[in-house]
């Protein structure tokens, strides 16, 4: 049975998507590489970045599936630099500037001012940089501004923050970017110094630290002289993950939903060879299917000059796979 749903509040009228016949799960677990050929997986249709889908299923009990989503990141940008100022208008967020320079290949941000250009000639790079007073406004120095590139790549040129102890600076810890697929040693917050982990790429760091309900390394004060060898250090600074329904490609950390009994659910980042049961919809299914059950849309606003979107799956496992 479709469990019954009020209309929520923001979101307009229904629009038609799976039926309770259309999602199925499999019966038995596997790795992510592993999932059946003929299991087309739940969510890998929706196209939408800026969507965010409540997906309710009748259940009895917990259960983990591997789903149709992908792990990228929630800024399409890189910081390349450092300008001795930002000539440009007050914006109090990175975010606002990043949305304001739309059209733009770069901007300048300093947590006062931002600027929009078409060019940019690397003068100075980011090794003095610090996380800003704000965290959420990724890299600062002093009244300087700090160059970001928009628009990047998000499969081949997304860049993440590294710390690496370096005499040459005044024997202090300076900031520099590498690409994210990158395999080097990192640190999660709270833990030890011994416990350096090595060969991780950025995501693949980013995971180990959130199963332990951690974070990417995010300061310097706490380590000690024995690991100031020129070791290069994954952090956790302007990088933020971001998980979103769509077809993946990864194959170290893949995306599963986590459902409780009461139909809600959480999508979570699971390192790919671990073994779960998937959740699968019809071949003939279209991400747009079937009439018998329903999904509620409203635009909510304009986010980083996208339309976010709200979308209600009603939904029911009505048969596991033979």
């Known amino acids: 049975m479709l469990k019954t749903l009020k209309k929520k509040d923001g979101c307009n009228p229904y629009l038609p998507l799976y039926s309770e016949d259309d999602v199925y799960t499999t019966n038995s677990t596997t790795t992510y590489s592993k999932i059946p050929a003929d299991c087309n997986l739940f969510g890998s249709k929706f196209r939408s970045e800026n969507s965010s889908y409540k997906l309710i299923l009748n259940t009895t009990d917990t259960f983990t599936y591997w789903v149709g989503a992908k792990i990228g990141f929630k800024r399409n940008i890189n910081p390349l630099g450092v300008l001795r100022k930002c000539n440009g208008t007050k914006s109090r967020s990175l975010d606002e500037c990043d949305s304001r320079c739309k059209g733009w290949k770069y901007f300048?941000?300093?947590?006062?001012?931002?600027?929009?250009?078409?060019?940019?000639?690397?003068?100075?790079?980011?090794?003095?940089?610090?996380?800003?007073?704000?965290?959420?406004?990724?890299?600062?120095?002093?009244?300087?501004?700090?160059?970001?590139?928009?628009?990047v790549d998000v499969l081949n040129d997304?860049?993440?923050?590294?710390?690496?102890?370096?005499?040459?600076?005044?024997?202090?810890?300076?900031?520099?970017?590498?690409?994210?697929?990158?395999?080097?040693?990192?640190?999660?917050?709270?833990?030890?110094?011994?416990?350096?982990?090595?060969?991780?790429?950025?995501?693949?760091?980013?995971?180990?630290?959130?199963?332990?309900?951690?974070?990417?390394?995010?300061?310097?004060?706490?380590?000690?002289?024995?690991?100031?060898?020129?070791?290069?250090?994954?952090?956790?600074?302007?990088?933020?993950?971001?998980?979103?329904?769509?077809?993946?490609?990864?194959?170290?950390?893949?995306?599963?939903?986590?459902?409780?009994?009461?139909?809600?659910?959480?999508?979570?980042?699971?390192?790919?060879?671990?073994?779960?049961?998937?959740?699968?919809?019809k071949p003939d299914a279209s991400s747009y299917g079937s009439s018998k059950s329903v999904i509620l849309t409203s635009s909510l606003g304009t986010v980083l000059g996208g339309v976010l979107v709200c979308v209600v799956l009603v939904a029911a496992i009505k048969n596991r796979r033979n």
């Open 108 to 151: 300048c941000y300093n947590e006062k001012s931002c600027s929009c250009s078409n060019d940019y000639k690397k003068k100075n790079g980011l090794a003095q940089t610090k996380i800003c007073d704000n965290p959420e406004n990724g890299l600062c120095l002093l009244s300087h501004g700090v160059v970001y590139e928009r628009d």
């Open 158 to 281: 997304f860049l993440c923050g590294a710390y690496q102890f370096s005499k040459q600076f005044d024997n202090s810890w300076i900031f520099k970017t590498l690409n994210c697929s990158e395999k080097i040693s990192f640190i999660c917050d709270e833990d030890e110094p011994s416990s350096v982990q090595v060969n991780s790429s950025w995501l693949s760091a980013e995971h180990t630290c959130s199963k332990r309900d951690q974070h990417l390394l995010q300061s310097t004060e706490k380590l000690g002289i024995e690991i100031k060898d020129g070791t290069i250090y994954w952090v956790s600074s302007f990088r933020q993950k971001k998980i979103f329904w769509g077809k993946d490609f990864s194959n170290i950390v893949c995306v599963a939903a986590k459902f409780e009994i009461n139909g809600s659910y959480r999508l979570e980042s699971h390192f790919c060879n671990e073994s779960l049961e998937s959740l699968c919809h």
